[in-house]
């Protein structure tokens, strides 16, 4: 029996794993329970091995084979992620630790450029996840990820994927994603018989009243609201903040557990379709370009997307900045629109069908326009002027006529600047 993978998955840890590996690990521990043999093969999953970049590729495929005696140089170490991750392994798989060790001795090496992650795995414990990508974080040499043509990498998969410096897919229809947490357990209630007519009862000590309170209230009454709230939800808060930390291109609407083609999300959960060889020559490239005995993280390597973000990305990924931004932008735009309209409505009282439409059409008032207004109102001056020395008795209807011109290029100015606020 697998009995490092059975633990991680009864002790009631959560996990990030896609429904589909899930599925399989839930069959495969229902047959351990019903006594089924099982058969460890030879070559476990997540294992390591190293290439030798030349014009004869040569794949090491046991870690002492890189003995101190070996005179080959710019070597990429490879990982195969392509089992359930968990933190100790089995007899089946090997545990994040091991792997965590070993790419550490890999980056020590100075014959070793960096290393390829193929990954084709549905995810795993939070624990295995996280003992990987705090070491992935420490490495000082580049690592570099690819998902499997007709792979998956998903939920704590993807989450150790995002910890690397770039991250391929084969295929564009290679599966990413499932970022979310959930967990399973099973268990009779207290006082009940199980199939065997064997009472079951757990019972805690008087002070002991916090004890597994999450289990028993979700065994006992089916309220699973504590196990959510007190274990789920927290660690699934930690799981995105890591995510979006390490790729902040990543949008706020794939955090919610859906899964992707690879070709829909280049940009954001990944960042380009490629093969083997085009991760191992990235790896190669930002080895060159990095310098040395320099401590990595998301960060400091080649992390920064260069890709130009939306407004509607920048909204889902960073609300208060959006928020800021547009605020700002509000204000300046309604000082930018008072100023193009006052300049405007300075000439109303020369020509106010010609004001309302430069104002309706939106731009600026140009040289030329202005030069014309204070022609055509040097015009209209003088022949005022002339018309003050003729002038008659005024009907008192007509005498209000300049003042009713006056008062709709007003109203219509307020308009204007009540529409921008």
Same mark, same amino acid.
């Given at each position: 029996? &697998?009995?490092? @993978?059975?633990?991680?998955? #009864?002790?009631?840890?959560?996990?990030?794993?896609? %429904?589909?590996?899930?599925?399989?690990?839930?069959?495969?521990?229902?047959?351990?329970?019903?006594?089924?043999?099982?058969? %460890?093969?030879?070559?476990?999953?997540?294992?390591?091995?190293?290439?030798?970049?030349?014009a004869a590729t040569k794949i090491i495929n046991r870690t002492w084979q890189l003995s101190d005696d070996y005179q080959g140089d710019d070597l990429v170490y490879v990982i195969?992620?392509?089992?359930?991750?968990?933190?100790?392994?089995?007899?089946?798989?090997? !545990?994040?630790?091991? @792997?965590?060790?070993?790419?550490?001795?890999?980056?020590?090496?100075?014959?070793?450029? !960096?290393?390829?992650?193929?990954?084709?795995?549905?995810?795993?414990?939070?624990?295995?996840?996280?003992?990987?990508?705090?070491?992935?974080?420490?490495?000082?040499?580049?690592?570099?990820?690819?998902?499997?043509?007709?792979?998956?990498?998903?939920?704590? *998969?993807?989450?150790?994927? $995002? %910890?690397?410096?770039?991250?391929?897919?084969?295929?564009?229809?290679?599966?990413? !994603?499932?970022?979310?947490?959930?967990? $399973?357990?099973?268990?009779?209630?207290?006082?009940? /018989?199980?199939?065997?007519?064997?009472k079951h009862f757990a019972i805690y000590a008087t002070k002991s009243t916090a004890k597994n309170k999450m289990w028993e209230e979700a065994i006992n009454s089916d309220n699973?609201?504590?196990?959510?709230?007190?274990?789920?939800?927290?660690? &699934?808060?930690?799981?995105?903040?890591?995510?979006?930390?390490?790729?902040?291109?990543?949008?706020?609407?794939?955090?919610?557990?859906?899964? #992707?083609?690879?070709?829909?999300?280049?940009?954001?959960?990944?960042?380009?379709?490629?093969?083997?060889?085009?991760?191992?020559?990235?790896?190669?490239?930002?080895?060159?370009?990095?310098?040395? &005995?320099?401590?990595?993280?998301?960060?400091?390597?080649?992390?920064?997307?260069?890709?130009?973000?939306?407004?509607?990305e920048l909204k889902s990924s960073h609300p208060e900045t959006y928020k800021e931004i547009f605020g700002a932008g509000v204000k300046q735009g309604i000082a930018a629109e008072?100023? /193009?309209?006052?300049?405007?409505? *300075?000439?109303?009282?020369?020509?106010?069908?010609?004001?309302?439409?430069?104002?309706?059409?939106? !731009?600026?008032?140009?040289?030329?326009?202005?030069?014309?207004?204070?022609?055509?109102?040097?015009?209209?001056?003088?022949?005022?002027?002339?018309?003050?020395?003729?002038?008659?008795?005024?009907?008192?209807?007509?005498?209000?006529?300049?003042?009713?011109? @006056?008062?709709?290029?007003?109203?219509? #100015?307020?308009?204007?600047?009540?529409?921008?606020?």
């Amino acid at each position: 029996m &697998n009995y490092s @993978l059975a633990r991680e998955i #009864y002790g009631g840890a959560p996990w990030m794993v896609d %429904a589909s590996t899930f599925s399989a690990l839930r069959s495969m521990l229902n047959d351990f329970r019903a006594g089924v043999n099982f058969h %460890a093969k030879e070559d476990k999953n997540n294992a390591i091995a190293l290439v030798k970049i030349s014009a004869a590729t040569k794949i090491i495929n046991r870690t002492w084979q890189l003995s101190d005696d070996y005179q080959g140089d710019d070597l990429v170490y490879v990982i195969n992620l392509n089992g359930v991750i968990t933190k100790d392994g089995g007899e089946s798989t090997f !545990g994040m630790k091991q @792997l965590a060790a070993q790419m550490q001795n890999f980056d020590a090496d100075k014959r070793v450029k !960096g290393g390829v992650i193929v990954v084709d795995s549905g995810g795993g414990s939070t624990s295995g996840m996280e003992v990987m990508t705090h070491a992935i974080e420490k490495l000082t040499k580049p690592l570099v990820t690819l998902v499997e043509r007709g792979g998956v990498a998903a939920s704590a *998969a993807y989450g150790i994927s $995002s %910890a690397t410096d770039y991250v391929f897919s084969e295929s564009k229809h290679s599966v990413v !994603g499932s970022i979310g947490t959930m967990v $399973s357990f099973a268990g009779i209630p207290n006082g009940e /018989r199980d199939g065997d007519n064997q009472k079951h009862f757990a019972i805690y000590a008087t002070k002991s009243t916090a004890k597994n309170k999450m289990w028993e209230e979700a065994i006992n009454s089916d309220n699973v609201e504590l196990i959510r709230k007190e274990l789920l939800d927290p660690v &699934n808060e930690k799981f995105l903040a890591d995510i979006k930390r390490r790729r902040p291109q990543v949008l706020e609407t794939q955090l919610d557990g859906s899964v #992707y083609e690879a070709g829909k999300v280049v940009g954001t959960l990944v960042d380009a379709i490629g093969t083997f060889d085009d991760a191992v020559k990235k790896v190669m490239d930002l080895s060159k370009a990095q310098p040395s &005995n320099s401590i990595s993280n998301k960060n400091s390597k080649n992390k920064i997307n260069t890709k130009a973000m939306t407004a509607q990305e920048l909204k889902s990924s960073h609300p208060e900045t959006y928020k800021e931004i547009f605020g700002a932008g509000v204000k300046q735009g309604i000082a930018a629109e008072k100023d /193009r309209v006052g300049s405007w409505m *300075a000439h109303a009282k020369t020509d106010l069908p010609a004001v309302q439409k430069g104002i309706e059409d939106g !731009g600026k008032i140009t040289a030329t326009a202005r030069e014309n207004f204070l022609v055509k109102a040097a015009s209209l001056k003088q022949l005022g002027d002339l018309k003050a020395e003729s002038a008659k008795d005024l009907n008192p209807d007509e005498a209000t006529s300049e003042e009713k011109e @006056l008062s709709e290029a007003d109203a219509f #100015y307020k308009s204007i600047l009540e529409d921008t606020e």
